[in-house]
């Protein structure tokens, strides 16, 4: 039966460089080996460890090839694993042990375990997979370091669920794994989200009795931190150390990443001088975590002691870091400093990436300074560097906010040109730029443009659109978008909503207004406070007080207070009364602070006499309110002097809390009367420690 290998021929020998494979292919049609050659000779093409280059290697396998007898299939495999920690010619050693087949030598273990190994490293794990079938076949018993091939093969071409499923069958097979084999698996789940898992792993692992290390842990630890368990990641930091396992670079850097992300800088200095007494010294990674996470904070100054730190260090900052401190001065709107920096960076030789143009370019658009903006962007082309997405949608952005649309529709239209895709981002900016200048024809021809490409409008840019048409007037076609967006199947937002809303009020149609409403809580888009405030002011406008009371009472049921309409802050309080009264009719009590607000516009105004009215009707409800509380608190006297006693006792949250006691020791169900529980000292006793000391028992009822 033809060999997996030979079956395999038409992949495998286009894995081989042109002159490898002359090479081979002349050395099989030469003469063999002249019988007279030295020992001397024969010990050089025999000694793996005396290859050169690849073309020593290959010579000698072609001696070897052609020696009578020929060599044992060890001295082949020695030769084969030679080539592959070379690290580039896995393709060679597959063309090579085809070869060796060809002249009746059988493959072991050895030789095909290497073939794996190769096969794997070119990311063609199915062929690897068709070695290890051909092994089994063999009769060979794979080791853990074949398997451990495979699995690893698996991860790096992402199939970790199948890795995962292979690594069972290793341990089923009888085959003990290695602290390589799990960790591979640990960091396989921990890539594709599965932290818990890994942990999981990690626990198995210790109680097979194999010990992780420190790669391991690192693993781990990274991945917790990712997943901003920060907390969890520091319980395994501190059982790594419990176990003598020494922490190094990689774990520390992790660590304080991940404290740095949380804003806990106490922690994190306290890692960092942990490190530094261990002669663990910070490497770049460790600066630029710590620049960047103070710049983003905007403690500047701070970053720059960093920044300071790493060069009495040694340590040379790089684009990252020269970037994050650009961000930022950015932040702080310092564009000056920034620039300074960014000149800095290029004098010492470190070559800006567009990231970091991008950090100037979106500076000088927030300081208005567009035209500098369009200066760098420019710049950044002559230096080679291809602007993504970002350069354009940065740029087009800071020209949009300033009306400047003709430039930002040139840049548009570059960025066809040069093979940059516009985003939802890019189109929602142009929409925006046309309905602020109340171009709304050409804002809605872009918008059926965008909609017959590849992207599909979300719901901000509908929200652009009917916003836009709706301060324009157009409610028509304001409302045409609005069913639009159903039939796209998106459903509309609060603002979208209130937006429609809104502007029904204004045209007086408001039982429309009310139905729109209403279908917010239908649509899972429950009204705000502000879309509260909307109708109730749409309402009141058309004298329509009966049903603004009653949203009114809605709005106060949902805890949104009275209603803010605006009119005290408009001085007209007189309007702002007028609600007050629709309030007080329709028996929906204003707040004191609502009155206090007209009180204050009244005197604005300089009515001092209506101020002091409302006033004296907040006082007048102030003392009723009072009595009631007087009332009220000479019959609870008892149960208060109770309460505080039980205010400091551990037991009090069982008394506080009758459904916490179901039924008495006995099992009896306790009594209830009229809502409230009661608790007979025959049903129930409760021993306090603190009640004990002062002499006090217990009440028997509560």
Known sequence: MMSTLLLLSPTTSSLLSSNHSSSISSSSTSTST??????????????????????????????????????CIIQFTKLLSAIVKMGQYYGAVISLSKQMELAGLSPDIYTLSILIDCFSHLQRVDLAFSVFSKMIKLGLQPDAVTFNTLINGLCKVGKFAQA??????FE????QPTVYTYTTIINGLCKIGETAAAAGLFKKMEEAGCQPNVVTYNILIDSLCKDKLVNEALDIFSYMKAKRISPDIFTYNSLIQGLCNFRRWKEASALLNEMRSLNIMPNIFTFNVLVDAICKEGKVSEAQGVFKTMNEMGVEPDVVTYSSLMYGYSLRMEIVEARKLFEAMITKGCKPDVFSYNILIKGYCKAKRIDEAKQLFNEMIRQGLTPDNVNYNTLIHGLCQLGRLREAQDLFKNMHSNGNLPDLFTYSMLLDGFCKEGYLGKAFRLFRVMQSTYLKPDIAMYNILIDAMCKFGNLKDARKLFSELFVQGLLPNVQIYTTIINNLCKEGLLDEAL???????????????????????????????????????????????????GFAEAKQPWKAEEILQVMTEFEVQPEKSTMLLVTEAWRAAGMTEEASRILGTINKK??????????????????????????RCPCSNILQSPSTVTSDHKGSPATHRKGRMVLRDDDFSVECPWLATRNMSLPHSC
């Open 622 to 647: 102030e003392m009723i309110s009072q009595k009631e509380t007087g009332k009220s608190n000479s019959s609870r006297k008892h149960r208060e002097t109770v309460s505080k006693a039980n205010s």
């Open 172 to 175: 089923a097979s009888g085959c």
């Open 164 to 169: 995962v499923e292979f690594f069972d069958d």
């Open 515 to 565: 139905e729109a409403f209403r279908n917010m809580e239908v649509d899972g888009c429950p009204p705000d406070e502000f879309s509260y405030n909307v109708i109730i002011r749409g309402f009141l406008q058309h004298k329509d007080e009966s049903r603004a009371a009653q949203l009114i009472g809605e709005m106060r049921d949902r805890d949104f207070g009275d209603p803010d309409l």
């Open 34 to 71: 002249s019988s007279s050659s030295s020992s001397r000779d024969k010990h050089k093409y025999d000694d793996a460890s005396s290859f050169r280059n690849i073309d020593d290697a290959l010579d000698s396998f072609n001696h070897m090839l052609h020696r009578e007898p020929l060599p």
